[in-house]
Structure formats: C-alpha cells, structure tokens
Antibody, heavy 126, light 113 residues
Framework: EVQLLESGGGLVRPAGSLRLSCAAS????????MSWVRQAPGKGLEWVSW???????????DYADSVKGRFTTARDNANGMLYLQMNNLRAEDTAVYYC????????????????WGQGTLVTVSS | DIVMTQSTDSLAVSLGERTTIHCRSS????????????LAWYQQKPGQPPKLLIY???TREFGVPDRFTGSGSGTDFTLTISSLQAEDVAVYYC?????????FGPGTKIEIK
C-alpha cells in the first residue's frame, strides 16, 4: 500500500523557518515525481512545488510564484524521503501541507496526483 | 496562469439522484500531441486529504466506483455522479496539469438534500 507520512509542522513566527518531511513507502520512490500542495484553513488547494529529480534523470524542480525563493524541495531517493525547507515564512503560508505523489513514473511534472498524505499543519503567527 | 472555475459553490442533492459538477479552464488543457486533456478530479471529505477520482478528464482511477464519470474537452469539463450515495458528501475539485503552475478550481461542495 502506498503511504505518505508528513511531519515537521507547527507554530512558527513570521520570518522564521521550518522543514517539513514526508516519508514514502509502498512504491519505488526514486521513480516518481513528488509534489507539495497546501490548503489554508477553510480554503481550496494550492500547488506549491514539484520535485522530479528521480533516479537516472537530471530532473527538475518547480515552485509556485508565491513561494519561489523562499521554499526549497529536496529528496533522498535512497530512503524514500521528501523535504520542504520553508524560509522567511509569512502569515499567508499558514496551511495544511500535503505531500503528494505523481500519477505515473518518470520525470515529467505535467501529471496528476494519485496519492496524498494526511498533511501537516503549519501556522505562521506571532 | 490557467484559471480554473467551478460554476457552483455547493449543491444539495437527494440520495440516489444524478448530479453534475462543472469546471472550466481559462485556456484549453487539450494537448494535440497525445490527444489528451490534462484535467483531473479530486474528492475531499471533511478532515481528510483529497482523493483522486479521474485523470485525463475521463479515466477513472482504480477502485473509484463507476457512478463517477468525467467528461469534456478543451476548456469545459464535467464530473457526473450517477446516483448519489451518502458517502459522496464532499468537496470536489478539478485541477489542470497542462502547465505550471498547476491550478485547482475553487471546489464544489455536495450535500444531501
């Protein structure tokens, strides 16, 4: 069974930093592009990033304009881990952050999401 | 950016009734190289993460009941639930993955009448 388990959320002050982690299991992690998607309380879904640096491929990363230059994704293909380093956090970054798996193997990021984690809540407040 | 709109914020539907959710993209998400529409549908129940229902606009994800059907092409898409069940109460989102940034519709909430 495919599973994604996020951790690392919490309360952080504006301008602070936080690192989210996502532990993946049940599939060959190194074959799939991985994404972060967030959902502000009571709001809709917002794509944050793709990390397509799969094994055997140069791959790429991409970010929403709202987080570009502040958030960085990383992955450990050997251990099935995805990370989101969030710096210079703002109140509008408050959201549940979901780790999500691309719908088919390969480095392309024009793909759907077929599996979502349970999410981890990030609250940015003084 | 491609803007996704869903014409209805919420719908109240009787059990067993058919219901249709509409989604429109601000530009075509059809790719002529593979004749596919880069459009997905997700279901989100309260307190849960989203769940994939449909991709390529009409391909049902494995395990999704066949009462869920996706259709449409270009800029106009629909998700039809042929016979609403109590467990279908949720918010439904469309998403385009044709170009970055990937964007979602605002969601349509389905409730029981």
């Amino acid at each position: 069974e495919v599973q994604l388990l996020e951790s690392g959320g919490g309360l952080v002050r504006p301008a602070g930093s936080l690192r989210l982690s996502c532990a993946a299991s049940g599939f060959t992690f190194s074959d799939y592009a991985m994404s972060w998607v967030r959902q502000a309380p009571g709001k809709g879904l917002e794509w944050v990033s793709w990390d397509a640096r799969i094994s055997g491929s140069g791959g790429r990363t991409d970010y929403a304009d709202s987080v570009k230059g502040r958030f960085t994704t990383a992955r450990d293909n050997a251990n099935g881990m995805l990370y989101l380093q969030m710096n210079n956090l703002r109140a509008e970054d408050t959201a549940v952050y979901y780790c999500a798996k691309g719908g088919r193997p390969g480095p392309e990021i024009n793909i759907w999401i077929d599996t979502w984690g349970q999410g981890t809540l990030v609250t940015v407040s003084s | 950016d491609i803007v996704m709109t869903q014409s209805t914020d919420s719908l109240a539907v009787s059990l067993g009734e058919r219901t249709t959710i509409h989604c429109r993209s601000s530009q075509s998400v059809f790719h002529s190289s593979n004749n596919k529409n880069y459009l997905a549908w997700y279901q989100q129940k309260p307190g849960q993460p989203p769940k994939l229902l449909i991709y390529w606009a009409s391909t049902r994800e494995f395990g999704v009941p066949d009462r869920f059907t996706g259709s449409g092409s270009g800029t106009d898409f629909t998700l039809t639930i042929s016979s609403l069940q109590a467990e279908d109460v949720a918010v439904y989102y469309c998403q385009q993955y044709f170009s970055l940034p990937q964007t979602f519709g605002p969601g349509t909430k389905i409730e029981i009448k």
